[in-house]
Nanobody
């Protein structure tokens, strides 16, 4: 079992930056792909960014490419999402997710991920 806990969300102005963190516990995350998703009321959860087990590959949704950066620290069982140039449309609950399968790809659909955090709210005001 793996537990994931997100932190770092908040209320910011358009153009500001935030750094989300996700702390994993229960077992090392060293060999697993990790992802960030987001969801707004009435909409499906959508892929934001993902990173392979050693950080060698990353993938981003077009909406956040060149603004967001995903990274991981396997020593400390952490994954991060640096969000720059935030826009009001980035407002959502952000979730950290772990794909428990031993893969070298980055799935972009939620049901490929077995473990989820509780989410952290990000609100971007114009």
């Amino acid at each position: 079992q793996v537990q994931l806990v997100e932190s770092g969300g908040g209320l910011v102005m358009a153009g500001d930056s935030l750094r989300l963190s996700c702390a994993a516990s229960g077992r090392p995350i060293t060999t697993f792909t990790l992802g960030w998703f987001r969801q707004t009321p009435g909409k499906e959860r959508e892929f934001v960014a993902g990173i392979t087990w050693n950080g060698g590959r990353t993938n981003y949704a077009d909406a956040v490419k060149d603004r967001f950066t995903i990274s991981r620290d396997n020593t400390n069982n952490m994954v991060y999402l640096q969000m720059n140039s935030l826009k009001p449309e980035d407002t959502a609950i952000y979730y950290c997710a772990l794909d428990y399968k031993l893969i070298v790809t980055i799935p972009m659909v939620p049901n490929e991920y077995e473990y989820w955090g509780q989410g952290t709210q990000v609100t971007v005001s114009s």
